[in-house]
């Protein structure tokens, strides 16, 4: 990109601004032509590549990365992120006071100052920190999760298949049926299933 220090300058307050004939009136062109000139700049490919790529640059700083947000989360855990607690605090002034009789006496005015302070993370935003965490450290396991699901209502369904034709069908003794399926689902003994 060759660009001349009026052109850059130009695409730097176009950024800024959005107004094309305002950031080439403070780019160095005359009022007259500013508006012609802002809008023939804006088509020219080496000035609309160096605003995209400007953009594009200032986008991705303003946005917090993965890794970013992973070692913040992480400091909170640990209780290294200090919070900022303000608070108004009633401060006292002695004031040295002389009485008629020419003794003197403290006496006390009291001003109201913003105090602030660096406090430990807060229990509930540890908690809720190591819990987002949990979630994103977990979410590479959810397929797998998601798996061992769709077998056991496979088996589920197989179970309900078999039992359902046994009792459409001849009186038969479905014990050992009624003990896979309270293994199934936690084995409460009534037969039925615990889910």
């Known amino acids: 990109m060759n660009l001349t220090e ?11 601004t959005g107004n094309a004939t305002q950031s080439a009136i403070d780019a160095g062109y005359s009022k007259r032509t500013a508006r012609s000139i802002g809008a023939e700049n804006l088509t ?3 000035i609309k590549k160096y605003i ?27 209780r290294e992120e200090p919070e900022i607690v303000t608070s108004l605090v009633r401060k006292p002034t002695k004031i ?4 008629k009789d020419g003794t003197t006496y403290d006496k006390f005015a ?35 999760l998601t798996n061992q699901r ?9 179970l309900t298949k078999a039992r359902t034709g046994l009792i459409k ?14 293994a199934l689902h936690g084995g409460d003994g009534s037969g039925k299933g615990g889910g």
């Open 6 to 16: 009026k052109q850059k300058r130009f695409a730097d307050k176009f950024i800024e």
């Open 44 to 46: 020219k490919p080496d």
């Open 52 to 78: 995209d790529d400007r953009l594009k640059l200032l986008d991705e700083q303003s946005i917090a990365k993965q890794k970013e947000i992973l070692q913040i989360l992480t400091r909170l855990v640990r």
């Open 96 to 99: 040295k006071m002389t009485a």
């Open 110 to 144: 009291y001003e109201d100052v913003i105090d602030s302070a660096e406090v430990k993370t807060k229990n509930s935003d540890v908690t809720k920190a190591a819990e987002l965490l949990l979630r994103i450290f977990n979410a590479g396991n959810t397929s797998e």
């Open 150 to 158: 769709i077998e056991q209502m496979k088996a589920n369904t197989e």
């Open 169 to 182: 069908g001849v009186k038969a003794d479905t014990s050992l049926l009624d003990a896979l399926v309270d």
